[in-house]
């Protein structure tokens, strides 16, 4: 059964980072893409960032410059490092591994973050 686990979530100032990780589990995850997903109170899933089988990556415009997306096929991960962070950044934040033409698609729960003084 294929897993998949965020952590790195919490409460940080405005301008600080933290750094989110999503670990999965069941099969292995090497031609997947793997992406991060946020949803704020109200409004629509949306894009953060996304990094192909290949390492290709791809940024929200919002982020851009600001977050970084990695992954560690070894490992089954994908992580997010978000810097300067702005409290319109505040949300949860999912991560998601799809096969692209291959009809899986899997998320994790979720792990909040919020910006705030």
Known sequence: QVQLVESGGGLVQPGGSLRLACAASGTTFTLYTMAW????????????????????????HFVKGRFTISRDNAKNTVSLQ?????????AVYYCNFRLVGGGYNYWGQGTQVTVSS
């Open 37 to 60: 997903y946020r949803q704020a109170p109200g409004k629509q899933r949306e894009l953060v960032a996304q990094i192909s089988s290949g390492g290709d990556t791809d940024y929200a």
């Open 82 to 90: 978000m810097n300067s962070l702005k409290s319109e950044d505040s």
